[in-house]
């Protein structure tokens, strides 16, 4: 998987080094952009039983630098690409993780006696998105994307009774194990002017095959750039 995140690492940087030559002169102001991407994770594959809720919500925050394609006048391609932070989340009601540290990871129903009000998994990564924007009349865009992200944080947060005392606690449970280092998601946007709107699917499994449930989010929300 290092090997592909790195090929990929090379091919942005090689169509950013070709497209530079096309690019004419603009202040870095123009060159780059700083936003937020709110959105909602949608899970496949959740294991039987499992209750995921409709509302995942999360938000990534990434700048990139923007590349004309063609001349000034006449180019409507733009190609960004740059870094920025995320994560994905999946809140339930009637499961949580047994053990974040075991070989195998479990979603495991709430047992008799025991009263819980969510089991919350965030997974945080840094990402490497890379978009191709194409100008449309009016201040209208469209675009197709790629990301490649690197988990770098992950913690399960349990909500409610531990035992038959009925006392409701909140206990973290930090560095959940065999996860997939890394994810490759494309995607595709709509949007005017500063807003989009877009859809995600991340490629790879949120677990290591034969290690956990085959968890694949797709994500739907918004980007604003205001800057």
């Known amino acids: 998987m290092k090997k592909f995140s790195l090929g990929f690492l090379l091919i942005f940087l090689f169509a950013t080094a070709q497209m530079s030559a096309q690019v004419s002169a603009t202040t870095v102001k123009q060159k780059i952009n700083v936003g937020v991407d709110v959105f909602t994770d949608v899970w496949m594959n959740v294991p039987s039983g499992m209750t995921v809720r409709t509302l995942?919500?999360?938000?990534?925050?990434?700048a990139t630098y923007n590349i004309l394609v063609g001349a000034k006048k006449t180019g409507n391609t733009v190609f960004s690409i740059g870094l920025g932070i995320g994560s994905h989340v999946l809140?339930?009601?009637?499961?949580?993780?047994?053990d974040v540290k075991a070989d195998t990871i479990s979603f495991i129903p709430v047992p008799s006696g025991i009263s819980m009000k969510k089991s919350k998994m965030t997974i945080t990564s840094?990402?490497?998105?890379?978009?191709?924007?194409?100008?449309?009349?009016?201040?209208?865009?469209?675009?197709?994307?790629?990301?490649?992200?690197?988990?770098?944080?992950?913690?399960e947060a349990y909500t409610g009774t531990l035992s038959s005392d009925r006392i409701t606690r909140q206990v973290k449970n930090k560095g959940i194990y065999q996860l997939n280092s890394t994810g490759y998601t494309p995607s595709i946007?709509?949007?005017?002017?500063?807003?989009?709107?877009?859809?995600?699917?991340?490629?790879?499994?949120?677990?290591?095959?034969?290690?956990?449930?085959?968890?694949?989010?797709?994500?739907?929300?918004?980007?604003?750039?205001?800057?």
């Open 126 to 155: 840094l990402e490497v998105p890379a978009v191709l924007n194409f100008k449309l009349k009016h201040g209208w865009h469209a675009g197709i994307g790629f990301k490649i992200s690197m988990v770098i944080n992950s913690k």
């Open 56 to 62: 995942n919500p999360s938000a990534n925050v990434f």
């Open 189 to 227: 946007r709509f949007g005017y002017k500063s807003f989009d709107v877009f859809a995600a699917y991340q490629l790879i499994s949120t677990f290591r095959t034969g290690h956990g449930p085959a968890l694949h989010p797709i994500s739907i929300g918004i980007s604003i750039t205001p800057f």
């Open 91 to 98: 809140s339930s009601k009637t499961n949580f993780i047994k």
